[in-house]
């Protein structure tokens, strides 16, 4: 059985065919996404095939979404059908700045039903690894019912990672944002963060000492092109540690779903035992050639093409 389960929302984003504000743009692309359904498609493509814990719509984008699932090789165990909401649909705009905006149609959807409780104990004892995202996160009942679940998979001794992948269009204000990062990070042992998670937050700080202090023994961040960073503390079963991946020079078509393939290189160099500076640069070649190709998963390599990029890389 799969030893890492990945929990949140399946939905569909609709890409533009051109940048420019999105009143203005008529042609879009459908493309499967969702944080937490980009990092289990990842984490199969690299061989790791992982647990899917969602709940998509019987709508036709809801059949789209099983479908791409069921096609990376994703088993259904943990995905419920649900006939009384729909999918869930984000409309990507690239603005002038080229700055990423999304329009969220997210109207008691199906991804905010999501029931954690057709994951029975007798399940969880073989599942070490847990990772929930923050858009999941962001609206009830999917919230309480995640981190009850993350309470109860920590009980089992699970361990729990977190992106809280902060999209500010779906929280009310900064406040409830906080808030819930903070319950969320109570019960986080690894975290994954960029700067805009963080921005504007009691967590937003030079010192990774306020997220190790909020709970998770372990924080790796994202610089975008620049690379990735780590820190350890001295909880971490690994042991205390900071080390820093500069990245990896590729030409970028589209970023859409790089920090989920990232977090796919990192739990998989964990889930494996490998080396925390070994996963940091693992991570950042499976994050770098998803960026090669348009939408989050088109360009998710496999392990041998990680391989062979950085063997050319170096
Ligand atoms: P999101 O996918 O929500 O934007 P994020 O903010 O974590 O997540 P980034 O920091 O843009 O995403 O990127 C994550 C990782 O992807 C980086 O740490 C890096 O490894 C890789 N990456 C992103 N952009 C580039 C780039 N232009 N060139 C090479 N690698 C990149």
Redesign the pocket.
């Known amino acids: 059985d799969p030893d890492i389960l990945v929990a949140g929302e399946a939905l569909v984003d609709f890409l533009p065919d051109r940048s420019g504000p999105l009143r203005e743009i008529e042609g879009f692309s459908r493309r499967a996404g969702g944080?937490p359904a980009?990092v289990a498609i990842a984490l199969a493509r690299l061989g790791e095939r992982p647990w899917f814990l969602s709940n998509l719509s019987t709508d036709a984008f809801g059949e789209f979404l099983a479908d791409t699932l069921a096609a990376e090789g994703i088993t259904d165990r943990f995905l419920t059908r649900d006939q009384e909401h729909r999918t869930t649909l984000a409309f990507v705009a690239h603005d002038a700045d080229a700055d990423?905006s999304f329009s969220f149609y997210r109207t008691a959807t199906a991804d905010q039903h999501i029931d954690p409780g057709v994951v029975d104990d007798d399940a969880l004892v073989t599942v070490s690894w847990v990772v929930l995202g923050g858009v999941a996160l962001a609206s009830e009942p999917a919230r309480s019912r995640l981190l009850d679940f993350a309470e109860r998979a920590r009980e089992h001794g699970c361990t729990i990672v977190l992106?809280p992948?902060r999209r500010p269009e779906l929280w009310a204000d900064t406040a409830t944002y906080e808030r819930v990062l903070g319950d969320a990070l109570a019960l986080t042992d690894v975290c994954?963060?960029?700067?805009?998670?963080l921005a504007g937050t009691r967590f937003a700080d030079e010192s990774p000492d306020v997220l190790l202090d909020a709970g998770p023994h372990t924080v790796v961040?994202?610089?975008?092109?620049?690379?990735?960073h780590v820190v350890a503390g001295e909880d971490a079963p690994w042991g205390p540690a900071e080390y820093e991946?500069g990245?990896?020079?590729?030409k970028?078509t589209d970023?859409?779903?790089?920090?989920?393939?990232?977090?796919a290189?990192v739990l998989y160099g964990l889930a494996n035992g490998e080396r925390l500076d070994e996963t940091l640069a693992f991570?950042?070649?499976?994050?770098?050639l998803?960026?090669t190709e348009q939408g989050?998963i088109a360009a998710l390599p496999d392990r041998e093409a990680v391989a062979a990029f950085r063997a050319d890389s170096e």
């Open positions: 944080a980009n990423r992106d992948n994954k963060i960029s700067e805009e998670d961040s994202t610089c975008g092109a620049d690379g990735a991946h990245g990896y020079a590729v970028p970023t859409t779903g790089a920090g989920d393939a990232f977090l290189g991570a950042d070649a499976v994050a770098a998803t960026t989050a």
